[in-house]
């Protein structure tokens, strides 16, 4: 049986921190032998529905909904989810419109938009944990999201978190085919999983534009191209990139 290579949690300049288009994203999927890719963006869901648009790689449309609580991941969405509402409240708007909700980089430190204790309160509602974040030079953050999968009985999958032209596949899973959400999810209880970083000279680009944002008070020339096109949806807790 054919397993698609899939990557999770991969953003477009939709997203302020991010410098690369929906067709790059594409163009880069491509080259890496990328079957399927979850675009996320941060509360913005347009960069996905214009990759989808393109139809040369399957593309899950979701967000990087940023909640009062920390960041949660809403996949097979097809209306944007509102920010800065609590994390339970946000979840349970994502399953009724029929989407998942996973949480990405639930204890990283590194990141401030980070479920920590929040995930638990979640539990009833989620349908699966990233228990590694090619982001995160810290591994043992990732073995304790493992633990919390694992310990609940959750799926986990790797999130590539990739921001940056000609990032994406840092890592992936090998999953069976779905049609669905529901499937999806079934599917990724079957995946194997390949963890991987995104590397220095990523995470020295990401902090400088992060710096440098901030500094600002807007994103740095070349990132963020489609973001500010939505500036009445800035969200309650502003998100820090990750
Ligand atoms: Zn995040
Ligand atoms: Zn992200």
Known sequence: MR????????HTNYSPDSNRSPLELVETALGQGVDCVAITDHDEIEGALAARADGR??????????????????????????P?????????????????????????TLCDDSLGSAIVGLL????????????NPLPWQDARAARF???HGLPGYV???AHLRGTLAACYQ????????????TALLQAELFPGRLGVA?????????????????????????????????PARQPAGA
């Open 3 to 10: 397993r698609l290579r899939t990557v999770i949690h991969a």
């Open 202 to 234: 990523y995470l020295a680009t990401m902090v400088c534009q992060s710096l440098c944002s901030s500094l600002l008070g807007r994103p740095l020339p070349g990132f963020g191209g489609n973001a500010a096109t939505r500036p009445a949806l800035a």
């Open 84 to 108: 800065g509402r609590p994390a339970v409240e946000t979840a349970k708007r994502i399953h009724a419109r029929g989407g998942l909700v996973l949480a990405p980089h639930p204890f990283s």
């Open 57 to 82: 790689v399957r593309v899950i449309v979701g967000q990087e909904v940023s909640t009062a609580d920390g960041h949660l991941l809403g996949l097979f969405l097809e209306e944007l989810v509102p």
């Open 159 to 161: 999130g590539a978190d």
């Open 174 to 185: 090998l999953m069976p085919d779905f049609q669905d959400a529901a499937s999806f999810r």
């Open 149 to 151: 999968a694992r310990r």
């Open 124 to 135: 009833p509602h989620l349908d699966a944990v990233e228990v590694s974040n090619a982001r």
